[in-house]
């Protein structure tokens, strides 16, 4: 492991005192706003051969990973803490550990903090490394962001936009309040939100996307397994251009609209409580009301699309 230490004493506006010493974090002190602030940079280098995963956890603050070509990881932490006077804040920051270590095949970075109140102490990690690496984070209040992967990922946020592009592994997303956004994305895929939109673009080894409140827009090339788009209240936009999978769509406010491969065979049941289920996809009329259609596409079979809404219009349609 590498590490290194630079160390900036600031107040205000002007520069009280500099040092450079080795080590592996540097200081930063200030005050903003009539607040005091004390932060640290912690920087680890390490080799990744042996490694098969990494688990970082912050209680505040952001987590960033891109996977590079490489056989390191890199690790960039920044620990801030914010007091009402200066004394408070650096001992404070003091007492929060901050530290990466490898046991085993797994490289934890986690962040200690002492449990206190009208204190701010975030900590936020960037990191790079090898694509090949699972990836578990977990932060309460943070954004995460993941790019260029090619194993798993599990992350977890109470409070933060999730964000996943390039990814080639199967994916778990969760957070409470914040939107989820996926880019050119392969594998299983499950993102949950309680308050926020999720937007998926990529082919899906089987999907689950569920909100509380916001829109869920997909366009997936090529869906393998089930596919689950349920919200609580908006919008839902789905397109699917290959495969035969079973979709289940749902939303208890808002329209739907859905896109399914020209070739696909199966049953389809849409419902609208309140309001008109159009298509311009041929169905074998097994029930047809205006608010609700049951028949068979294409050659039959078992696979089923279910579309349901309390409140709006349903679209059926072909892909383009």
């Known amino acids: 492991m590498y590490c290194s230490k630079r160390v900036v004493l600031s107040f205000l506006a002007f520069v009280v005192a500099g040092f450079i010493f080795s080590g592996c974090y540097g200081i930063s002190f200030g005050i903003n706003d009539y607040k005091a602030e004390a932060s640290e940079d912690f920087q680890w280098e390490f080799e990744a051969a042996g490694l098969q995963s990494i688990d970082a956890a912050t209680s505040n603050g952001e987590i960033i990973y891109h996977g590079v070509d490489g056989g390191r990881v890199n690790v960039h932490a920044t620990l801030t803490v914010k007091a009402r006077n200066e004394s408070t804040a650096i001992s404070i920051k003091e007492q929060t550990e901050v530290r990466a270590e490898k046991e085993?095949?797994?490289?934890?970075?986690?962040?200690?903090?002492?449990?206190?109140?009208?204190?701010?102490?975030?900590?936020?990690?960037?990191?790079?490394?090898?694509?090949?690496?699972?990836?578990?984070f977990n932060t309460s209040n943070g954004r995460i962001e993941v790019a260029g992967h090619n194993a798993a990922i599990d992350a977890q946020t109470s409070n933060g936009r999730i964000f996943v592009r390039g990814s080639r592994g199967d994916i778990n997303l969760n957070t409470s309040n914040g939107r989820i956004d996926l880019e050119d994305v392969r594998g299983a895929v499950e993102a949950h939100t309680s308050?926020?939109?999720?937007?998926?673009?990529?082919?899906?080894?089987?999907?689950?996307?569920?909100?509380?409140?916001?829109?869920?827009?997909?366009?997936?090339?090529?869906?393998?397994?089930?596919?689950?788009?349920?919200?609580?209240?908006?919008?839902?936009?789905?397109?699917?251009?290959?495969?035969?999978?079973?979709?289940?769509?749902?939303?208890?406010?808002?329209?739907?609209?859905?896109?399914?491969?020209?070739?696909?065979?199966?049953?389809?049941?849409?419902?609208?409580?309140?309001?008109?289920?159009?298509?311009?996809?041929?169905?074998?009329?097994?029930?047809?009301?205006?608010?609700?259609?049951?028949?068979?596409?294409?050659?039959?079979?078992?696979?089923?699309?279910?579309?349901?809404?309390?409140?709006?219009?349903?679209?059926?349609?072909?892909?383009?």
């Open 104 to 136: 085993g095949d797994v490289l934890r970075i986690v962040a200690n903090r002492p449990k206190l109140t009208n204190i701010n102490i975030m900590v936020r990690y960037e990191i790079t490394g090898p694509p090949s690496l699972n990836l578990k």
């Open 195 to 320: 308050n926020g939109r999720i937007n998926l673009v990529g082919d899906t080894d089987g999907v689950n996307l569920h909100t509380s409140n916001g829109k869920i827009t997909a366009d997936i090339g090529t869906l393998s397994r089930e596919g689950i788009f349920h919200t609580s209240n908006g919008e839902v936009n789905v397109r699917v251009h290959d495969g035969n999978a079973p979709m289940q769509v749902k939303t208890s406010n808002g329209a739907v609209e859905l896109a399914i491969p020209e070739n696909f065979s199966g049953q389809v049941d849409a419902y609208s409580s309140s309001g008109k289920v159009e298509t311009e996809i041929p169905v074998k009329i097994i029930t047809l009301k205006k608010n609700h259609l049951v028949g068979e596409l294409g050659n039959g079979g078992d696979s089923k699309i279910q579309v349901s809404t309390s409140n709006g219009k349903v679209h059926l349609m072909f892909a383009e």
